[in-house]
């Protein structure tokens, strides 16, 4: 189990982390999600000891990660995949984190075995590994100690979509054997094939946590319409809020009966109407998210204004 209560992070007057508490259960996948910057790094480093929090605490199992003896043996960590020393092979790499955790060197082999790098592979200088290599030799190097633990930063960047679908099926294996695991990512799809529990992080806060069910559940409603600028109004005049959908139609604040009562009342034939799937998963994370995005997401009210100007 790792809880993390209160946890606060500044750097001079910027708040990289704000008040965050959060737990991963044994025998689950919790994902970690938040776009570029959000914070998922800063949390997990505060988690791992490597930086300080301003305040707030972090407990692995009952104890900060710093007071555990022989941590790696309890938790393993992968940060970043490109901070091994590009000089060593990845077999040199591993023997090292097997001597200085006290496991036997036939783990070595296991490992390598495990996350599916060859023999030819394992020899070869990490200069010369793809990113995807380099993550798959960091989760051998966070998993060597048999941890019952993982805190991964980003693991699948670099992976190509049989890499994430093999993690999903090694990450799934180790929780299902009473596992607790942590991964971060800024891309939804590889949080929603991996994580059981989903953490959204946006501007340094908690925005959104639960299961993928739970998430869409307060999602609304998924409409499209003959008539979507009338339906829109109709929608508006009954004070229900929606947001336009690149494909066309809208997502609503509302149940889809509501929706399909207003339309009928209206005479407007509906073609598309119903709650939440993957695609509004996305939708809600950039909705939840944008006020950390970059790219800006257009809202209802935009998309109206736009049309009052260009009409
Ligand atoms: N050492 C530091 N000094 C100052 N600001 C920092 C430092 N480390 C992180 N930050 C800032 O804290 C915020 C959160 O950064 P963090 O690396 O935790 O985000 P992230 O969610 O991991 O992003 P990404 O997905 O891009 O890796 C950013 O605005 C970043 O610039």
């Not at 793809?130 to 699948?156: V, Y």
Request: net charge negative.
């Amino acid at each position: 189990m790792i809880t993390v209560e209160n946890l606060t992070k500044r750097y001079g007057d910027h708040v990289a982390v704000n008040d965050v508490s959060f737990v991963c259960k044994p025998g689950l996948v919790t994902g970690f999600l938040g776009p570029n910057g959000a914070g998922k790094s800063t949390t997990m480093r505060i988690m791992v000891g490597l930086t300080p929090p301003t305040s707030g605490s972090v407990r692995i199992g009952d104890r900060p990660y710093r007071e555990i003896p022989n941590p790696a043996a309890q938790v393993g960590v992968l940060l970043d995949a490109s901070a091994q020393h590009a000089g060593r092979t990845g077999a040199e790499i591993l023997r090292l984190t097997a001597m200085t955790l006290g496991v036997p060197s036939s783990r070595v082999d296991e490992m390598f075995d495990l996350v599916s790098l060859t023999p030819d592979e394992a020899n070869r200088r990490v200069r010369n590994y793809s990113l995807g290599m380099r993550q798959r030799l960091g989760i051998a190097n966070a998993l060597i100690g048999d941890p019952h633990i993982l805190i991964l930063d980003e693991p699948a960047n670099g992976l190509d979509p049989a890499g994430i679908h093999w993690m999903r099926s090694l990450l799934r294996d180790y929780a299902n054997r009473g596992g607790t695991v942590l991964l971060s990512s800024h891309l939804l799809h590889e949080i929603e094939i991996i994580a059981d529990e989903i953490l959204v992080i946006g501007q340094g806060r908690i925005v959104a946590e639960g299961t993928k069910e739970e998430l869409l559940a307060g999602s609304g409603t998924r409409v499209r319409s003959l008539d979507d600028d009338a339906l829109a109004h109709a929608m508006s005049v009954a004070g229900i809020a929606a947001q336009p959908v690149t494909e066309g139609g809208f997502t609503a604040d509302a149940a889809p009966e509501d929706i399909g009562r207003i339309a009928l009342r209206q005479q407007i034939p509906l073609v598309e109407l119903r709650v939440g799937d993957g695609a509004q998963l996305e939708e809600m994370f950039l909705q939840l998210t944008q006020q950390t995005q970059r790219e800006s997401v257009p809202t209802f009210r935009d998309a109206t204004a736009l049309q009052g100007a260009q009409s």
